[in-house]
């Protein structure tokens, strides 16, 4: 409990809660180990849902939400927007909190309580203009009124890599929708999900209205929740496999579901790009996080006429950051989330070695406590090799040589996944023509970072279905109902 002393130097210690929030109530309790991966130290316990507490945030939810879908838009967006303030007013005590357990460096964390934070500020504006629809039928004859109702209740499992901008990128729109929700965050960053708890009774969100657990068991939670008619909606974020298994258990009821998943994101360098705006894009789109995200460049296809002049800017970009415990403000890349993240990582950049690739900095693991990984330029890189088809989640940059657009299009599609890419090029009609041929849900054109709340974020092919943010994130807890009027 050693690092627990660094939870005293926040400004309010109400934040630090680790009972399952069900109701209401806050249920204590214990069984899950928080680590910190800076130090390999435990932080806390957090307490371990049973089966039985999960259905009674379903009954919770349930009581909640005849209330909640009945108060006035106006006044569901109001309680967003002191939930957003309350967030922005502890920022500081929240990016601590998400460096300590997840690891991350303080100035990434920083950026996402603000980009967390304005998930609730929007879905506070979108509550009050969801969208209806009225028309002749083509006849001419009768009206078509089109509304659209809460969906139900919802249930929102979230990963790790982003423990307060998952959650809210979730709470928001079913909030400001007229949903209730259960929440189970990731077991490796819960403390982040308890204080935004709170933080939501100060805002006034009515008990019942967010649920909070968290478990060792999610498959059989999920499961029961899933199975009960009363769950209307899965909204999970995670990795491809896991979604597989959760769409495989929400087909059983039917349940909708809203799924944002793995990505493999080409960064595609041509020739006629502005190399200084290209590396700054790429340090962006490769090591916010030091890696650990969906969006993540995870693999970097370079033009050969800027090949060479690319792999030396991005090797002396890399070699100069700064590694160390997230919570030191020095920090610029803090370490993984786990030691198997970084055995994963290790394995991929030892695989590609093996097969002729070549690490102009870093390129192996750091020896002592904490789980580091140092960042890595690998050039010469087979297009074939593990690490071009599964996520690095890491700071690796794999760097492959291409000739022509066409190539560029066809390796970048050559994957499962369809989440993010990134086009550079001097010529916007050439990156909007490879930005649409290659199969994605989103593209960067000369920019290294598209998250934005207002935006619609989400993947093609293996990496989701649906959309969070945006004006259409809130209809994902929505279902339209159409009336067939005569008058
Ligand atoms: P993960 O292993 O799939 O876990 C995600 C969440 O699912 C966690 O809360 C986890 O709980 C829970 N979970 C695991 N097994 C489950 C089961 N059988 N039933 C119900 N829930 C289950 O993913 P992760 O390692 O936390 O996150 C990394 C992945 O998320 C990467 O693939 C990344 O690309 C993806 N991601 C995607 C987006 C996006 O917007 N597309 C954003 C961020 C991350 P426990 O922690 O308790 O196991």
């Known amino acids: 409990m050693t690092l627990f002393a660094q939870f005293t130097g926040y400004a309010d210690p109400s934040l630090h809660a680790h009972g399952l929030y069900i109701g209401g109530q806050w249920q204590p309790g214990g069984g899950i180990p928080v680590i910190d ?22 009954d919770a939810a349930e009581a909640a939400a005849a209330g909640w879908r009945q108060t ?20 500081e005590d929240l990016a601590r909190l998400i460096s300590l357990e997840n690891g991350k460096a303080l100035s990434d964390a920083r950026g996402e309580v603000a980009y967390a934070a304005e998930f609730f500020r929007w879905y506070a504006e979108e509550a009050v203009r969801i969208p209806g629809e009225f028309r002749r039928t083509p006849s001419g004859a009768h009206n078509i009124l089109v509304d659209h109702e809460p969906i139900g209740i919802a249930l929102l499992i979230t990963p790790w890599n982003f423990p307060a901008a998952m959650a809210t990128r979730k709470i928001g729109p079913a909030l400001a929708a007229g949903c209730t929700v259960i929440l189970k965050p990731a077991s490796e960053t819960p403390l982040t999900a308890y204080a935004m708890a709170r933080l939501g009774e100060q805002a006034g969100v009515p008990p019942g209205v967010v649920n909070v657990l968290t478990t060792t068991n999610p498959g059989p939670l999920t499961n029961a929740m899933l199975a009960d008619p009363r769950v209307r909606k899965l909204s999970f974020t995670g990795s491809t496999g896991v979604g597989r298994s959760l769409l495989a258990e929400a087909a059983k009821s039917v349940v909708s579901c809203s799924m944002e998943l793995g990505g493999n994101a080409p960064f595609v360098v041509f020739d ?20 650990e995200a969906c969006t993540a460049a995870n693999r970097f296809y370079v033009q050969s006429g800027i090949h060479d002049a690319f792999v030396s800017a991005l090797t002396a970009r890399m070699s100069a950051l700064k590694v160390g415990a997230g919570y030191d403000p020095d920090t610029q890349v803090g370490p993984m989330i786990t030691t198997r993240a970084v055995e994963k990582i290790d394995r991929l950049v030892t695989e590609a ?11 192996a693991t750091i020896a002592g406590s904490g789980f580091y990984y140092p960042p890595t330029v690998l050039e010469n890189v087979p297009v074939d090799a593990a690490l071009a088809h599964e996520e690095i989640f890491g700071p690796v940059a794999p760097i492959y040589r291409f000739e022509t657009e066409d190539e560029a ?20 009609k050439r990156a909007m023509r490879v930005g649409r041929g290659i199969e994605t849900g989103m593209v960067g054109i000369n920019r290294g970072l598209m998250s934005d709340p207002a935006a619609p974020f989400g993947g093609v092919k293996q990496s989701g279905l649906g959309r969070e943010g945006g004006v259409t994130g809130i209809l994902e807890f929505m279902e339209a109902k159409y009336f067939a009027a005569e008058f």
Not at 272 to 291: F, H, P, Q, S, Y
Not at 409 to 428: C, F, P
Request: neutral net charge; charged residues 25%; hydrophobic residues 45%.
């Open 72 to 91: 006035p838009p106006r006044q569901r967006s109001e309680i967003l927007r002191r939930w957003f303030t309350l967030m922005s007013e502890h920022a």
């Open 409 to 428: 299009i066809r390796l970048a599609n050559n994957t499962e996944y369809g989440l993010a890419a990134y086009v550079y090029s001097g010529d916007m």
């Open 272 to 291: 006629d790009a502005d190399l200084d705006a290209a590396i700054e894009g790429a340090m962006v789109a490769k090591m916010r996080n030091a890696g």
């Open 353 to 363: 070695k093996a097969r002729g690739a070549r690490a102009t900095t870093g390129g």
């Open 37 to 58: 991966p800076s130090s390999g130290a435990t932080l806390a316990e957090v307490a371990d849902a049973s089966v039985q507490d999960a259905m009674r945030a379903v």
